[in-house]
């Protein structure tokens, strides 16, 4: 596709229940990161992908979080046992390569509100 | 201390006037750098790379401080059109995580 597309574009589920949020990078882009952004903050480094692999995974707040890119294109990002504090809006970005200087693109977001 | 810091703002400034916002980063080794635009209920976009000796884009001018550790925006003859939060960006590390800041918030008043 011509931009990074997040799916579902808004998800409502109830507290204890498992997720997934999906992310299509631009095609080619091997870099991947996931945000999270709260109403009034910058968005929150999560993980970021440099091909299939989890280069950086530290921003994930607790094991309930995971994320995945098996093919180094799609990304899925997953979460268990949902909590309300989860709520906010989950940020995709690619970029052609991780390094210096390269643009990230970013997906519309999927906002995920925990009931 | 964060790793990326913004003044949160809001910037409430006339059109035409003339604003600039600073940004602060802890990490000495950090590479690349980068002011982003994110307009409410939208994704972040790329408004300027940083460059260490500073760059202009029209009415933006974005300035580095690797001494000091602090980033700058300028925006010259402000238009209700920039109203949005500018979010600094900051890549470091051998696999270039990329960190934001809070985010400044910038509203343009006719």
């Known amino acids: 596709g011509a931009g990074v597309s997040q799916t579902p574009s808004n998800k409502v589920t109830e507290k204890g229940k498992y997720v997934e949020l999906r992310c299509d990078p631009i095609?080619?882009?091997?870099?991947l990161y996931w945000y999270r952004q709260s109403l009034g903050q910058g968005p929150e480094f999560l993980i970021y992908?440099?091909?299939?692999?989890?280069?950086?995974d530290s921003g994930l707040p607790n094991d309930r979080f995971f994320a995945v890119r098996p093919e180094g294109s799609v990304s899925t990002l997953k979460i268990q046992r949902t909590e309300r504090g989860d709520s906010a809006v989950y940020l995709c970005a690619s970029s052609l390569r991780g390094g210096d200087g390269t643009e990230a693109f970013f997906g519309q977001g999927t906002r995920l509100t925990v009931v | 201390r964060k790793e990326v810091e913004q003044d949160p703002g809001p910037f409430n400034v006339p059109e035409g006037a003339t604003v600039a916002f600073n940004c602060t980063y802890s990490?000495?080794?950090?590479?690349?750098f980068f002011w982003y635009r994110q307009d409410c209920r939208k994704e972040p976009k790329l408004l300027m790379s940083?460059?260490?000796s500073g760059n202009e884009d029209g009415r933006f001018t974005a300035q580095l401080n690797r001494a000091s550790q602090y980033i700058s925006l300028l925006i010259r003859d402000s238009k209700l059109s920039d109203s949005a939060t500018y979010l600094c960006?900051?890549?470091?590390?051998?696999?270039?995580?990329?960190?934001f800041g809070t985010g400044t918030k910038l509203q343009v008043i006719p």
């Open positions: 990490n000495s080794a950090s590479q690349s």
């Open positions: 960006v900051v890549k470091s590390g051998g696999y270039q995580k990329v960190t």
């Open positions: 992908f440099q091909g299939t692999g989890a280069a950086d």
């Open positions: 940083v460059y260490s």
């Open positions: 095609s080619g882009h091997t870099a």
